[in-house]
Nanobody, 120 residues
Framework: EVQLVESGGGLVEVGGSLRLSCTAS????????IGWFRQAPGKEREGISC????????WHANSVKGRFTISRDNAKSTVYLQMNSLKPEDTAVYSC?????????????WGQGTQVTVSS
């Protein structure tokens, strides 16, 4: 059974940083691309970043480009999302899933999510 588990969320002040982790089990991490999404209250889920299976190619949404960086360590079956210069509008539940691109329909095996709250 494929399972993705997110961690690293929390409460941070404006301008601060957090690093989220997405750890996979039940799959060979190096075989799959992984993406990060977020969903704020009352808003649709937004694709923000993804990385291919070997970490050489990535994509970031304009809303996070230059502030967030995705990376992976396949030896640890973990994909990271380094989030810097956080803004109140980054407050959301962040989830990872297996797949590539910006559209949710391209993904499966969703994690349960981790809450990120940016206080102003």
């Amino acid at each position: 059974e494929v399972q993705l588990v997110e961690s690293g969320g929390g409460l941070v002040e404006v301008g601060g940083s957090l690093r989220l982790s997405c750890t996979a089990s039940g799959i060979t991490s190096a075989d799959y691309a992984i993406g990060w999404f977020r969903q704020a209250p009352g808003k649709e889920r937004e694709g923000i970043s993804c990385v291919n299976n070997n970490g050489r190619h990535s994509w970031h949404a304009n809303s996070v480009k230059g502030r967030f960086t995705i990376s992976r360590d396949n030896a640890k079956s973990t994909v990271y999302l380094q989030m810097n210069s956080l803004k109140p509008e980054d407050t959301a539940v962040y989830s990872c899933a297996r797949g590539w691109g910006q559209r949710t329909e391209n993904y499966d095996s969703w994690g349960q999510g981790t809450q990120v709250t940016v206080s102003s």
